[in-house]
């Protein structure tokens, strides 16, 4: 089985506990709010959150919005997903459902996310990613309303110093995410912050590998610096 779906099936408890230490410093939520031009809050609009996991989206604005849907197709992860909705008495739905084939109406959703997930689909599926995940945008504008908002959030390397996209396929996806459907990228650091130099390490291999633990050592970092790319597109 795949890495990253292995993960997302049997370890999404392990997951969710290695996240819960990102974005120390709070810069995803805010350039989110920037990409709704909303300044403190999305209350009263309808978000839709695609690939949503273990719930870091939802967890993020919870109870802000008028209506919160979470998507995944991985069981495990909506089971993580209950447990986090459950410890803060959110209240967002949750639905299994593949990120290509969305059941959902036409024009239900004022914001569109789709966050660390749709990359994987330019891996999965290396003969015809453009065609895979092209229908996943296509989705996700189907089903944003005209003054909608769309917005895919990809990494832009963990363990880097400087932001950049860490394998080519990746880098090709985002050059076709910029070219091809006009998404806009804006940059922010959402480095990892743990207690001590093992921590960071015990929480973090099992889904990054033995040499971004080394590269921890090496560099003595508690804190794991990482990049991430927002990428919007309005409808």
């Keep these: 089985m795949d890495h990253f779906k292995n993960i997302y099936t049997h370890h999404a408890d392990k997951y969710h506990v290695a996240i ?57 992860m909506l089971k993580q997903n209950q447990i986090e909705r459950k410890n803060i008495n959110g209240n967002w739905e949750l639905v299994n459902g593949d990120m290509r084939c969305l059941p959902f109406p036409s024009a239900s959703a004022e914001v569109v996310t789709a966050g660390w997930a749709i990359g994987h689909l330019r891996k999965w599926y ?29 990494t832009l390397g963990t363990g880097s110093l400087t932001p950049a996209p860490p394998a080519p396929h990746l880098a090709d996806y985002y050059a076709w995410l910029e070219g091809e459907w006009g998404f806009e990228r804006k940059t922010i650091s959402t480095d990892y912050q743990f207690a001590s130099v093992d921590e960071a390490i015990e929480k973090t291999e099992f889904f990054f590998g033995a040499e971004m633990s080394e590269k921890i050592r090496q560099n003595n970092w508690s804190r794991l610096p990482e990049w991430t790319g927002v990428w919007v597109k309005k409808t």
């Excluded at 809050?41 to 008028?66: H, M, V, W, Y």
């Excluded at 290396?126 to 959030?153: C, F, L, P």
């Design 20 to 76: 819960a230490a990102e974005d120390v410093d709070g810069h995803l939520k805010a350039a989110l709010r920037r990409c709704l031009g909303v300044a403190a809050s999305p209350r009263g609009k309808r978000i839709l959150d695609l690939g949503t996991g273990s719930g870091r989206l939802p967890l993020l604005f919870a109870n802000e919005s008028a209506r919160m849907i979470g998507l995944d197709l991985h069981w495990g």
């Design 126 to 154: 290396e003969e015809n990613w453009q065609i895979e995940i092209g229908k996943v945008i296509n989705e996700m504008i189907r089903v944003a309303t005209g003054d909608g908002v769309v917005i895919i959030i990809e």
